[in-house]
């Protein structure tokens, strides 16, 4: 199986602008799946509510995840991407995940980060990994990587790849981390992160770039440069996941000892 990352910059607001980037650098480059960077259509740094509320779109009906959808069928790729998603009053830092038969899944970040916290409704879905033709796959977006119960639950339901949409600005921490959520979980993590800056209401943010495929011994099998846009896949053979022994006498999920454990 081939699993790559899209890193790019988007430009805010550009929807179209930023889907035909996207669109782009992911056909100079094989994968099976794909994944990109949060809030990857519209840029990050919202002013409002209503701001943000103006660029969510509903899932899977709006124009971006119908997008999403045309690529996947016409490629016969999986794909998973960050975006707005507006339900009702809600506005989710949500996450879908499609492929070539059509939508799949969504997922909606559980921490928020930041301003983040303003302008966003915290996740409301459980964590429940996917079957993509015989992989299971689990999707958690950016700040998440600081709670490690993500990716353990994630892992301990059965993903095999774990996917994560970022838009890092802490320098070096979320590729730190994922590499640790790989080794603790042995699976394989995919962090699909941003480069560029944004200055908007007041703040400007850096974004750290480093997008990264990880594999379940913690070996980075593919790293992005901090500051240039690159699509990248590389084949992974996703079973490799499935044993969780690290020595002869230390398997990670039936060595737990939870009933020591406050979760
Ligand atoms: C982040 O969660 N976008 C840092």
């Known amino acids: 199986m081939r699993v790559g990352y899209v890193q790019f910059k988007p430009r805010f607001g550009d929807v179209k602008g930023n889907l035909a980037r996207a669109f782009a650098l992911m056909e100079g480059e094989d994968a099976d799946l794909w994944v990109l960077p949060e809030l990857f259509a519209t840029g990050y740094l919202f002013d ?3 701001e943000l509320r103006e660029l969510g779109e509903p899932v899977p009906g709006g124009h971006t ?10 490629r016969g790729v999986y794909l998973v991407a960050g975006l707005a998603e507006r339900e009702g009053d809600k506005v989710y830092n949500a996450a879908v995940v499609v492929g070539p038969r059509g939508f799949i899944a969504r ?33 958690m977006i950016c700040f998440d990587h600081f709670f490690p119960e993500v990716a353990r639950t994630l892992a301990l339901r059965g993903a095999q790849i774990i996917c994560h949409p970022a838009n890092l600005v802490l320098p070096g921490m979320g590729q730190l981390s994922m590499r640790v959520r790989a080794m603790e979980n042995r699976v394989f993590t995919l962090t699909a992160n941003r480069i560029g800056e944004e200055a908007r209401a007041g703040e400007v943010l850096r974004f750290t770039g480093g997008s990264q495929i990880v594999a379940p011994d913690g070996a980075v099998l593919a790293r992005a440069p901090r500051d240039r846009e690159e699509a990248r896949a590389v084949e992974i053979e996703p079973g490799e996941a499935r044993d969780k022994r690290i020595t002869r006498y230390n ?3 039936a060595d737990r000892r939870s ?3 406050d979760l």
């Open 65 to 74: 995840t119908r997008a999403l959808l045309g690529f996947a069928r016409d």
């Open 259 to 261: 009933e020591f454990y």
């Open 251 to 253: 398997d990670l999920f």
């Open 48 to 50: 409002s509510r209503e």
């Open 107 to 139: 997922y909606r970040k559980l921490h928020l980060f930041g301003k983040e916290k303003l302008w966003f409704d915290p996740g409301d879905l459980p964590l429940e990994p996917v079957d993509l033709g015989g992989v299971t796959v689990g999707v």
